[in-house]
């Protein structure tokens, strides 16, 4: 009986979000009221337990993607990100353009939405195209992938940071192992993109344009105005690098250094300090840096914040009950491997609901009380579910329209520039996530 209100209760969120259009915020604390209630919990414990959840997630997870949301609106509005992406491009070279744009996607949507990503990037590999001569949809998969890519594995954007703590996961840990997965899933993206499949299907050049042009040129000039390379990567590679550093090597009992360490490799203070020096890339910090750019900032993290927390108080729902040894020995008596759950159910609900984050939160609170018995590690989990969030984006994703109509394709070409590529994108970081498990 249990398993069967589960089940409706999953029905009924996909229908309030996909159907009836209904926030993710309502529709997740609607799920919570109403799985709680019909799996026999007083109705006072159902008010408790949600509130609970909402506040304790808010509390692991609120700063940290508060400040790499700001983190990466800085970057946004003084060039840094361009900055960062012109350096990358210069770097591997043009010769190497799909490798090139996809490691460019991949380290600007760290901080940066995927989305914001590309509208960034667009101008410039339509240049790309033009000056090497290179097939715009191979150009398109590469940094779609890229950007796509990070987004999804790599803390402090929001799904992982809310899935890691979700799952109670490590996100020093997880931002390693992200990066680590990450690797593979760009190379073969990037041969993907150079393929007969996406090359020889799609051979035309970007069209030349005007108002392409002008943005091209507009990129150029941020990029001419725009802070130093170095200080443009301080923001991102500070953080992470404490946070990571302090995960594997930091003892809150031991020496004096190792106090420090593990203090200043806490999420919350480690993307402080990112914040910090993202203050320090403007020529002159005004009021307008201070407080304008992180008021914008604040607005655009409002929303994710309420739906990470509201997934909280669903997921401390189900953890009230025995939904969880109900689904263990459901999913292990049909001998699918345990890696692959977080994986099939988050791709599963991303097909149906098109949200990334409403998949990784939602499946995030649904595995954790499975965790134990079925042997897999907190950051694993995060990063199988993300694997699954990213796949089979299609015409139910923001991110999906994004790239299509920026890029000028008709539908049937943006299901296999996007939608097959991020299938792939999910095996092949499966397979990584698959060899890793056996590492770690």
């Not at 105005?225 to 170095?230: C, N, S, V």
Request: contains cysteine; proline residues 5%.
């Amino acid at each position: 009986m249990l398993l069967f209100i589960f089940v409706v209760t999953i029905v009924l969120l996909i229908l309030m979000i996909a159907k009836f259009k209904l926030h993710a915020f309502l529709s997740l604390l609607l799920a919570a009221i109403f799985f709680g209630i019909c799996a026999g919990l007083p109705l006072e414990t159902v008010a408790n337990t949600i509130t609970a959840g909402f506040g304790g997630t808010m509390q692991s997870i609120g700063i940290v993607i508060v400040c790499g949301v700001v983190i990466g609106e800085i970057l946004e509005v003084t060039g840094g990100a361009q900055k960062i992406a012109d350096a990358i491009l210069k770097l591997i070279g043009i010769k190497r353009a799909t490798y090139a744009v996809s490691a460019t996607g991949a380290f600007v949507s760290i901080p940066v939405f995927c989305d914001s990503g590309y509208v960034i990037l667009n101008p410039i590999i339509k240049g790309i195209s033009r000056r090497g001569k290179i097939p715009f949809a191979s150009l398109v998969v590469a940094l779609m992938a890229g950007l796509l890519c990070t987004h999804s594995f790599v803390p402090p954007t929001p799904g992982p940071v809310a899935a890691a703590a979700l799952l109670e996961a490590n996100i020093g840990k997880v931002m390693f192992y992200g990066i680590i997965v990450s690797v593979p899933v760009v190379i073969v993206c990037s041969m993907w993109a150079n393929s007969r499949f996406i090359k020889g299907a799609y051979p035309d050049i970007a069209p030349e344009t005007a108002g392409d042009l002008e943005k091209e040129k507009e990129f150029n000039e941020i990029v001419a105005k725009a802070p130093t390379t170095f200080m443009s990567f301080m923001p991102i590679a500070v953080p992470i690098l404490l946070i990571v550093i302090a995960s594997f090597f930091g003892n809150i009992e031991g020496s004096t250094f190792q106090m420090v360490l593990a203090f200043i490799g806490k999420p919350y203070i480690a993307l402080l300090i990112g914040t910090g020096l993202s203050f320090l890339l403007p020529t002159k910090i005004t009021p307008t840096v201070t407080s304008t750019w992180v008021a914008k900032a604040l607005q655009g993290s409002a929303e994710i914040l309420l739906i990470t927390a509201a997934a909280g108080g669903f997921a401390k729902v189900l953890q009230a009950t025995t939904i969880g040894d109900t689904l263990t020995g459901l999913i292990l008596g049909t001998g699918l491997p345990a890696i692959l759950i977080p994986y099939v159910m988050a791709a599963l609900l991303n097909i149906a609901q098109g949200s990334a984050t409403v998949a990784l939160t939602t499946v995030a609170g649904i595995m954790a009380p499975m965790l134990g018995t079925l042997g897999l590690s907190p950051e694993i989990t995060v990063l199988a579910i993300a694997a699954g969030s990213l796949s089979f984006c299609h015409t139910n994703s923001s991110y999906f329209w994004c790239v299509s109509k920026l890029a000028g394709f008709e539908l049937n070409q943006s299901y296999r520039v996007v939608t097959l590529t991020s299938v792939i994108m999910g095996i092949v970081a499966m397979i990584a996530i698959s060899i890793l498990n056996f590492v770690v």
